[in-house]
């Protein structure tokens, strides 16, 4: 089986202690960052996705290979995000309340801090107040992650809150996630969504006009 492949299933099988050394031997034989994450991990995670679907897998399965792909993304980081970049703007970004899926959010974090911009970083179930409070402390852009559809509308939730402390004007909104698609984001008024962490990178950069 080639390296990238027993990557993928070693997140499959949620073998953490597996995958770690796995991933240092495929950045020690050059293999690019860009294509362990992509072959490696996030297709690991949509195969995991697809296993619980069909009644394969649990939450504790799905829970473990999370924690694996973790690991990984623990050791991709510096591969993947650029040292001593100037910050071309502060982004609030975090998983909407009710939602504890974090792989997503965290890769758009690290893709952002890659391209520049300055991440405060408030986790999971974050409550609209608690964005609202992040754009007092002088973020420009709130990122809202949703993996549910359940916790979605709590992006509009928050859109609410963030007019209602009259910070609307001078905030950009950025969704994204799985089920979050371009007609949802018109739908709430958000200002961009991306499909993924990389075109993430691009909407953010062009919300600030740094494009
Ligand atoms: Co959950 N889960 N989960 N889960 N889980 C999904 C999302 C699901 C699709 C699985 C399935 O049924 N096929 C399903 C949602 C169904 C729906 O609502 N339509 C689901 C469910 C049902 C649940 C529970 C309700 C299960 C239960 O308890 N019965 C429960 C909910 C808990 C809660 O949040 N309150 C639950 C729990 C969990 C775990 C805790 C076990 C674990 C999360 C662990 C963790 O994150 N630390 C988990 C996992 C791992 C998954 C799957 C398998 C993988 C998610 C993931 O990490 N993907 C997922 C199935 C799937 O996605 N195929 C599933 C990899 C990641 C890189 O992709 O997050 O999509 P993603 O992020 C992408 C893009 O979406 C985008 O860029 C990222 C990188 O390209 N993106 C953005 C994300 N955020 C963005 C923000 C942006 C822009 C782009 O701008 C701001």
Redesign the pocket.
């Given at each position: 089986m080639a390296l990238i492949d027993e990557i993928r299933q070693a997140v499959i099988d949620g073998q953490a202690k597996v995958v770690v050394p796995k991933v240092e031997q495929a950045l020690s034989e050059g293999i690019a960052p860009d294509k362990i994450l992509h072959e490696g991990l996030?297709s690991a995670?949509?195969e995991?996705?697809?296993m619980?679907?069909e009644g394969e897998y649990f939450?504790p399965e799905?829970?473990i290979?999370?924690r694996a792909?973790?690991a990984a993304l623990d050791l991709l980081k510096p591969h993947l995000v650029e040292q001593g970049v100037e910050p071309i703007g502060k982004v609030a970004?975090g998983t909407v309340k009710?939602?504890?899926?974090?792989?997503?959010?965290s890769?758009?974090a690290m893709m952002l801090e890659g391209a520049g911009f300055e991440i405060m970083d408030l986790g999971v179930d974050v409550a609209p107040e608690k964005f609202v409070s992040a754009l007092n402390d002088g973020a420009q852009i709130v990122?809202?992650?949703a993996?549910?559809?359940?916790?979605m509308p709590n992006m509009k939730a928050t859109i609410a809150a963030i007019e209602q402390a009259g910070l609307r004007d001078r905030t950009k909104i950025?969704?994204?996630?799985?089920?979050v698609t371009e007609a949802y984001a018109n739908e709430i008024g958000a200002d961009g969504y991306?499909?993924?962490?990389s075109s993430?990178v691009r909407k953010a950069r062009a919300l600030i006009g740094a494009a």
């Open positions: 996030i995670m949509s995991v996705g697809r619980f679907e939450v799905m829970l290979a999370a792909m973790a970004i009710g939602d504890l899926h974090d792989i997503g959010k890769l758009v990122a809202m992650s993996l549910l559809t359940t916790t950025l969704i994204g996630g799985a089920p991306a499909p993924d962490a993430a």
